[in-house]
């Protein structure tokens, strides 16, 4: 394989960040850091994207970050929306429904499905056109060492061979100010931090995941649900336009080595009308699903993110979209950092704010996991009957997912009304122009009031701390500084949290809300703080 100038010369000058993986978390977080302006080497061991599916789902907030690197619009394309997610029971009675129709806090629809290999070819297609990122494809990463200034990564170039990669000889090393390693559940750069993975306990569980591509188009009512069958529970959902997916729960007894066949495939696709001779089968594999995250996430300069930093069972479809949110929770703050706006401290606050995120919705999809996996008969009907019962019930309603709060050890202000729930966007009006607010305004620190006298009280230190930031600071309604509410969304959500303030961050997470000038003042406060902001004002 030849380089060239650019992959030379990046090869051997210090680089901003050096990220290890190129799935979904890797590419988002060389957009973001790309689009910023700073230099960004990528190594990935397999030559070409991988080409299998995996993921199938995104949630709103997902799409938001796909939003803020411009790639909504080409994702929009690929991308079928969900309207429920059910589960049935032998008999295929409703058992339950999460509601996941309709637009979300985020201002886009609640739930995509997808398929993960055209995803990443349009990711790919917008990372290799910026100019300070370089994608060093079939190269591993095979040693780093750090010390106060940076990193040095060695990597060797090689090709898969059977399944396994195997290096040729050639190596070369990398030196960056900071590592990430987006490098999967067997990841690298966490086997050589020595970091371990907490474990809570699913690995019992294994699944023939079956991808399907049919022929001819067909009407799938349930399009998304859990059959909840004893004998053997079963996910069917989508695998994004024009395909289908089923996961097939192993029983006792049964060998991974013997399940993952074609054979056992069409075999268990036949009750659904699925041949050979109607689709293709694109892809058979046996997973064990877990429930495990890192102890650690960052080491000096080193950080983990995506599944090298956690694993989760799929049963509320969050793997992919906990890794973007790493990403998206990791790049802000490098951004800052490598500018030096802010001091190499804030990033210890990733680790603690993301894990216990992660964490919370790890154990939802495992308590869920549990309630689906069920195969005794007994036990199974017991199950069925409360919830048939439970649906029964006057005023009852359709769950849905969980927003967890950030972790704990992070930067915002905990006593702060909302702080660190996730944020809104709505639809605003601003000079004449309409659109959501991250089109219109950009995505920063954001501080928005209910009205401009709001921001009259604002003391000098903490304007000069906002400044600093470069946030946006607009209030509601008329007149300058003033955007105009077009649905409702901001107000609604300052009255539902009894605010007249609320400051976000460009993670979309929210430092925290105010109830008055004084409280606004306490939480721009901590904030500088927090970050470490240092201004010319009276602090």
């Known amino acids: 394989m030849e380089l060239s100038d650019k992959d030379t010369a990046d090869a051997t000058k210090t680089v901003d960040v050096v990220i290890v993986g190129y799935g979904p ?9 790309g689009r910023q302006g700073h230099k960004v080497t990528v190594v990935e061991r397999w030559p070409d994207l991988y080409p299998l599916p995996r993921a199938v789902h995104f949630d709103h907030e997902i799409a938001r970050m796909f939003q803020a690197v411009d790639a909504i619009e080409d994702i929009n394309k690929i991308v079928e929306t969900a309207d429920a997610y059910e589960w049935r029971n032998a008999d295929k009675e409703l058992l339950l429904e999460f509601s996941v129709g309709g637009k979300a806090i985020s201002g886009w629809p609640v739930a995509h499905m997808f398929s993960q290999p055209i995803l990443e070819r349009v990711l790919d297609e917008k990372v290799k056109a910026l100019p300070t990122v370089t994608v060093r494809q079939g190269w591993s990463a095979t040693a780093f060492t750090q010390d106060a200034d940076g990193v040095q990564l060695d990597i060797e170039h090689g090709s898969m061979q059977g399944g396994q990669w195997v290096g040729d000889g050639q190596r070369e090393n990398i030196r960056a100010k900071y590592i990430v390693g987006a490098d999967g559940a067997n990841s690298f750069v966490r086997r050589s931090l020595g970091i371990p993975m907490h474990d809570i306990g699913f690995a019992e569980f294994n699944w023939l995941v079956v991808d399907v591509i049919p022929k001819t188009e067909r009407v799938w009512s349930p399009r998304n649900w859990q059959w909840c069958n004893p004998s053997r529970p079963t996910s069917v959902i989508s695998g994004g336009p024009g395909r289908r997916r089923w996961e097939f729960m192993l029983l006792p ?6 399940m993952n066949r074609d054979e056992v495939s069409w075999d268990l696709l036949a009750q659904w009308d699925v041949t050979p001779e109607n689709a293709t089968l694109e892809r058979h594999a046996v997973y064990t699903f877990r429930g495990q995250w890192a102890t650690s996430w960052r080491q000096g300069r080193a950080f983990l993110a995506g ?5 989760t069972a799929p049963f509320t479809g969050q793997g992919m979209c906990a890794g973007m949110r790493d990403s998206t929770a990791l790049a802000w703050r490098l951004d800052a950092v490598l500018r030096g706006k802010l001091s190499d401290a804030v990033l210890d606050s990733y680790g603690p704010e993301r894990s216990a995120h992660a964490q919370e919705l790890i154990r939802f999809a495992i308590e869920l996991g549990k309630v689906i996996c069920i195969t005794d008969p007994q036990a199974a009907a017991e199950r069925d009957r409360m919830m048939l019962a439970a649906r029964a019930e006057a005023g009852y309603k359709a769950p849905s997912l969980p927003q967890p709060r950030l972790g704990d050890g992070g930067l915002y202000l905990k006593e702060a009304p909302g702080s660190g729930l996730l944020g809104p966007q709505g639809v605003i009006e601003v000079d004449g122009k309409r659109g959501l607010f991250d089109d219109l305004l950009g995505v920063h ?12 009280g604002l003391s000098d230190a903490n304007r000069a701390g906002l400044k600093a930031l470069d946030a946006v600071v607009v209030h509601l309604g008329d007149g ?7 649905e409702g969304t901001y107000t609604r959500f300052l009255d539902g949290l009894g605010c007249v303030a609320m400051l976000a961050r460009p993670d979309f997470y929210l430092q925290g809300g105010a109830r008055n000038i004084e409280e606004l003042n ?14 010319t004002e009276a602090v």
Request: proline fraction near 2%; charged fraction near 25%; hydrophobic fraction near 45%.
């Open 522 to 535: 306490q939480l721009l406060n901590a904030t500088r703080e927090a970050l470490a902001i240092r201004t």
């Open 253 to 258: 007894g049964e060998k991974i080595e013997e």
């Open 25 to 33: 978390t890797g590419q988002l977080l060389s957009m973001f850091l």
């Open 307 to 311: 599944d090298a930093a956690h694993l």
């Open 445 to 456: 620190f954001t501080l928005i009031a209910k009205d401009a006298s709001v921001l009259e």
């Open 480 to 486: 300058p500084g003033g955007v105009k509410d077009v």
